[in-house]
């Protein structure tokens, strides 16, 4: 009836349920305890599901490492739930509506000065001082 | 609810659960892995404890200190009862036999 068989996939299939941790320390083990328990005239659905709940109790229980895990999930999710509200305030804000494309700031302005900086000659050679005075007619 | 603890100290597997406390008395004549202490559990206590709830228990108890792991023998892993281990175990038993008695006391004055 390939009884047995069907039993030991059963039971390996819900081992795959637990931490990897616990797998590498009790896996293999595990496997054969349930092998032999079955020879022994255990129920394979019994012995699955007396696995399946203590890898639901494993995954639960509180460990230093896995809490600090989740502090840090924990606070990343705090952080992108606090700034995706932000970044929505912000590119819907009264200042943005009218232009989506907003001007970019020039480089020889200066915050009170309507007219462009003179000392154009410290720019890099391959800036045209130019073109930068008649962009410069619009303001900053 | 608190509970106060016996002369012998704090009693560290009251809420252990009883898979640990048989696991304890399982390893207080010697070490034993995982299916040893399942058939030796079943015959002392007609318990028949469960592979999952093994390991989860054996865990906790490693990580409290009252077992640690032998050497592994191919696949299996035996364990053994620690001095604290022994010692809780004791403290546990003690307050259990205090309860016991006071139990029976009561039936008799009860006359029931």
Known sequence: MGGPPRAGRLVEGVLRCYPARWRRRHGEEAAELAALLIQDGAAAGSIAWNYLTGAAREWLTPRPGRRLRLAVCALAAVVCSLSIPAGLLASTGPAHAASTNPAPRHPLCRPGSPAPVRNASSLPAHRHPSTRETRHDRSC | ?112
């Open chain 2, 1 to 112: 609810m608190s509970r106060r603890d016996g002369p012998g100290g704090q009693d560290v597997l009251r809420r252990a659960g009883e898979a640990s406390v048989l696991i304890l008395i399982s390893l207080a004549d010697g070490p034993k892995h995982g299916y040893a202490l399942i058939r030796d559990i079943g015959e002392l206590a007609g318990v028949e404890l469960g592979p999952g709830t093994l390991y989860g228990a054996l865990d906790r108890l490693e990580r409290l200190g009252l077992i640690e792991p032998l050497p592994a023998a191919e696949r299996r892993h035996p364990y053994r009862i620690t001095v604290p281990g022994a010692a809780a175990l004791r403290v546990h038993l003690d307050s259990l036999e205090r309860v016991s008695a006071a139990g029976r006391l009561r039936l008799q004055l009860g006359g029931i």
